[in-house]
C-alpha cells in the first residue's frame, strides 16, 4: 500500500491512474491471449471432428443412392424385358 500512495504523491493522481488502467489493460490483454484462443482452439478442433464426420456420413450416403439407383434401374430394366416377352 505504500508503494502505492509513493506513486501516486510522485506523479500524481492522473498519471497513476493512467498507469493503473494501463496495467489492467495489459492484464486483460493476456487473459484474452492466453484463455480465450485456447477455448476457441479446443471448439474449432470439435466443430472440425463434427464437420469431417458429417462430409463422410455425406459420401456414404451418396454410395448408398447411387447404389439403390443402380438397383432400380436394373429391377426396370428386368421388368421392361419382361413385357416386352409377354407381348411378343
Not at 32 to 57: H, P, W
Request: hydrophobic share 45%.
Amino acid at each position: 500500500m505504500e508503494t502505492i500512495v509513493e506513486i501516486i504523491e510522485r506523479v500524481g493522481v492522473p498519471v497513476a491512474m493512467c498507469m493503473a488502467f494501463g496495467y489492467f489493460i495489459w492484464k486483460q490483454n493476456q487473459f484474452i491471449q492466453n484463455e480465450l484462443q485456447k477455448e476457441m482452439r479446443e471448439s474449432f478442433t470439435r466443430l472440425e471432428g463434427i464437420v469431417i464426420g458429417l462430409i463422410n456420413a455425406l459420401k456414404k450416403h451418396t454410395m448408398d443412392i447411387k447404389e439403390l439407383k443402380a438397383s432400380y434401374k436394373a429391377i426396370v430394366d428386368i421388368i421392361q424385358k419382361l413385357f416386352n416377352k409377354k407381348e411378343k
